[in-house]
């Protein structure tokens, strides 16, 4: 709900309570943008965790990938993560297809939320 009302101010549709009485087409931008942010956070946490060497979205703000939504998203779809190399899976991410390569690192997701945790327990 915090990415809705936060795209919904942006694109000012009113608040998340809001969103069901959208037309569908915008709902489903708020959806589509919501699910890009998603992953540009997952992304921004490996990239913290040193999995990542970088990512289309770490040259915006988050209030930019909401505004120029289709044109970074358009970015987004011609450039995978870029795993690092030291990664154990390096070589088989690397033979990959840039489709395949963000489903690949997406996939490591657990891993990485059970990687940052640890990094955050005292």
Known sequence: MA???????VLGLGSAPKFYYLPDAQQMMVMDIHLFLADQVRFE????????????????????MVHNFENIKAEWKEKAPALCEADPDFEAYSKLTIGDK???VRRKLR????????????
């Open 3 to 9: 990415f809705y009302e936060l795209i919904m101010g």
């Open 45 to 64: 946490m490996m990239h913290r965790l040193g999995w990542l060497t970088g990512f289309s979205g770490q040259a915006y703000t988050i209030i930019d």
């Open 102 to 104: 963000q489903a690949f």
């Open 111 to 122: 891993q990485a939320l059970e990687a940052f945790q640890a990094n955050l327990a005292p």
